[in-house]
Every structure is written in C-alpha cells, then in structure tokens.
C-alpha cells in the first residue's frame, strides 16, 4: 500500500515568510510525528498527535511552529516568519498504534526547506 | 529526558567484513530499539528493531544486541556489500518519544 507522503519535497523560502508544508500518513495509522533533520544529524522530534490530539508539542523550538492535524489524517507543519536556522529537512512518521505501545514508525521522504 | 549516543560516526570497511555500529542510551525506561537506514535524501528505513524483553535478534546479515543493565545496544552487519553503504541511525523509545542518534557514515568499499 501506499507509504507516507510528504509535500513540498523542496522548499525555498525568504526569511520572513510562512510556510506550510502537509503530510499524509500511511491510511488507518493512529500516530503521527514530526521531526527536524539538520544536515549530518539523527531526527530530532518536534512533536506528535494521537488522531486529531497533539499530545506532545514539547520538541517545537518556537512559537513560530505550529503543528495541527484536525481531522486525525493529514497534518500540517506550519513556519511561520521563517528564519534562516529553520533551514532543515523535515520528516513526519506515522505508526499503527498509539505513541504509547511504541509501534514501528514508517517515514516519510521529507521536505527540505531553504530560508534564504 | 532520554540521551543516546552512537559511534563511531563514520565506518569504512572492506567488502564482506563486517560492520558494527553502538549506541548508549540513559533512561531506563526506554523499552524499543529500532535501528533505521537513511540513503543520500532519501527517508530513513528501518531495517531491524528489538524491544527490551529480548537480548538479540536476528535478520539474514544484520543482527541486533541490547544489553539493557549497561544500557547500549549494537547493529552487527555481516558479509557487508556495496548497496549497504549509507547513514545508519540507532534510536530509543519509552513509547513516548522517538530520540535519535546521531548518525554512523557506512562505506563499503568494494
């Protein structure tokens, strides 16, 4: 079946600006997270939602981000006045279980967004 | 909250030698180990995982250990071809969170 998908799959924005960037979970999983990937390093968590609920935003690193996924399918990563350190790929992974029974996460291929 | 260290961060072995790769973890709690392998932009894919009530397990060439008291665990790739060349990331969970290690470079040379 189809995988998580994940769009733009590059981004470029100007410092300053608001971005949006959307990803589709595998159909039918309960979990979904999204993480930072700066070049060279591991996944870095951002934060995660149970169905519609966001259980954990503790990994955001400002108020800029903001994160929803309203009707507990696709969710959204918003950017808002983007800065240059916001530069990264951004990965959301789905899982068949609730966070909490720690099922296999499946990932997305990411964006990469560019603040400029 | 959870730490987990990994070494080395960049291995180069000789085609069919075999590779290992550990990692360190520092909360207890953490009970899933998945191991994931991320090609040149592209996702990471997990390739192994191993929870908490089992010491090894086993998948063709690739193995992984977790000795819970010391708190690590190790990748073990045998008979190591080309095509495994890429980033491999160890990660720990309480269920949670997902923390990631840092990353070991794989080169194979042929």
């Known amino acids: 079946g189809a995988g998580v998908s994940q769009s733009p799959r590059y981004k470029v924005a100007k410092r300053g600006q608001d971005v949006a960037l959307r990803c589709d979970p595998i159909s039918g999983h309960v979990s979904l997270f999204w993480y930072q990937q700066a070049l060279g390093q591991g996944p870095e968590f951002l934060t995660y939602?149970?169905?519609?609920?966001?259980?954990?935003k503790s990994g955001l690193p400002s108020d800029r981000f903001f994160a929803e996924r309203p009707e507990g399918s696709v969710s959204t990563l918003k950017i808002q006045r983007t800065q240059q350190e916001d530069s990264a790929v951004y990965l959301c992974?789905?899982?068949?279980?609730?966070?909490?029974?720690?099922?296999?996460?499946?990932f997305g291929p990411g964006t990469r967004l560019t603040v400029l | 909250g959870e730490n987990v260290e990994q070494h080395p961060s960049t291995l180069s072995v000789q085609e069919g030698d075999s590779a290992v790769i550990k990692c360190t973890y520092s909360?207890?709690?953490?009970?899933?180990f998945p191991w994931y392998k991320q090609e040149l932009g592209k996702r990471p894919q997990l390739i192994i995982d191993i929870r908490s009530n089992v010491g090894e397990k086993k998948d063709q060439r690739i193995a992984v250990t977790l000795n819970k008291t010391a708190k690590h665990f190790s990748l073990h790739i045998t008979e190591t071809q080309p095509e495994d060349s890429a980033v491999y990331f160890c990660a720990a969970s309480t269920g949670n969170q997902f923390y990631f290690g840092t990353g070991t470079s794989l080169t194979v040379i042929p």
């Open positions: 939602f149970q169905n519609e609920a966001q259980l954990d």
């Open positions: 992974a789905s899982s068949l279980s609730p966070p909490w029974s720690t099922d296999t996460q499946y």
């Open positions: 909360d207890s709690a953490s009970n899933y």
